[in-house]
């Protein structure tokens, strides 16, 4: 809450700089509010070594929760389109990295409130959880209680370090992340305030915007140039990132899961692109190349960046963005999604079937990356991926029960649940989520904080009592 209260004071400091905009106050009484429930259990709680498993549990997701409820202030204090529904959406889509909108006109915020959504974000992108180990006074099981809630075990199976370091690492990448891209945009053509909220918003893989119109604002081949590049960063696994900056053995070159990833990004880039040329959707083929791998790095990494109306795409092109949506990045970073890690283990298990009823005697182990997947790591992604195919027709089915057509209900669940942002039909990439009824808004938001989550964390809140 404190971190939290220090990123209002500062987007209140740009509103001041702005000339005291009408975001100023807002933003200030937010901040204090958000101090005094960050002092309170501060001064008032003592301190304990150890925390269970449950109590763990409950400050993760409850983290999570608070921080998307004190998010809301600056919105409903501010006014304007920001009802109840819109301010939660809003917050919620921020710190869960999603980047859908409710906002029909986003230039018309105050800079200090623009400054603020992608805060939001940028927080979000890193992870509740991850602040919170930094400020947690104690080493060892506590620490690790809590991150095993964040993190899941796909994530943490290229992590070779105590869970100190492990936040260094992801901070250090995080942050660095996201100035080297400020400057590249910055020379690219944005101004520094653009430069930096985008950089925020693409390292966060979110995808918010200060413009309308997203990308296809400014129109810029070098700056798409430099968002591909940050997006597809950002859309691996961090640990791997810092090996390979510092040298270390074990980095993205050696990464199966890195490579089926980048490969995926490459293949279907160049499908789509060759299906929007045939249509003559775009009269070159490297516009319809500059174009399609925007977009399916931009979906596939969970951003949701927009520099061209996809809408109006062919059919084929459609289908890969979707599939693109619903398989996103790697484990271990800022992306949500059902992860290119869990394909890759669910091929091989399909492929480890076929040898066993070829074979009944043979005894075939998985590998990923090297390491052994033991039975429960295997079990673990089948039940996660039926899940979330669950989880994705019951939003469905929700989204057409509150009246939405076919289309914009599969492609919103897909794009809330992944933490994607845009879809298709009425949530396409140059629309937002306005129209939605107020029911579906509510629901959505769910589906954002259960993808974040990985589903099950947010599910085990509701049988906490079931825990020994």
Known sequence: MLFIAGFMLLSAGISCLNGVDSAFYPLLLSALLTTLLGAFPLIFVGKRDQITNKEGFCIVVGSWLLSCVVGMFPYLIWGGEFSLVNAWFESVSG???TGASVLTDVEALPRGLQFWR???????????????????????????????????????DNYRYRTQVIV????VVYVGLTALSTVMLRLAGMNWFDSLCHAMSACATSG?????????FYNNAWIDTVLIFTMGVAGMHFGLIYATVTGKRNNIF???????????LLVCSVLIAISLYAADIYPTITASFRHAAFQFFSLMTTTGFASADSSVWPPFAVILLMFGSIVCACAGSTTGGMKTNRLVLAGKMIRAQLRRQQHPNAVIRIRLDGVMQDDSAIYGVMIFIVTYMLALLVGTVFATLCGVDLLTGFSSTVACLGNVGPGFGDVYSMGNYAGMPAALKTFDALLMLLGRL???????????????
């Not at 180990?133 to 994530?155: D, F, H, I, Q, W």
């Not at 918010?208 to 296809?216: H, I, L, R």
């Not at 050696?254 to 995926?264: P, Q």
């Not at 099950?456 to 009592?465: D, S």
């Open 95 to 97: 710190f869960t990295t």
């Open 118 to 156: 992608f805060s939001t974000t940028w927080i979000g992108g890193m992870g509740v959880v991850m602040f919170a180990l930094v400020v947690l006074p104690t080493m060892g099981r506590s620490k690790m209680t809590l991150s095993n809630v964040e993190l899941s075990s796909l994530a943490k």
């Open 168 to 171: 260094h690492i992801l901070l």
């Open 208 to 216: 918010f915007s200060t413009k309308n119109a997203s990308m296809a």
């Open 254 to 264: 050696r990464s199966e899961v890195t490579r089926w990833y980048m490969g995926i």
């Open 454 to 468: 990985e589903i099950f964390g947010l599910i085990q809140l509701f049988f906490i009592k079931w825990w020994r």
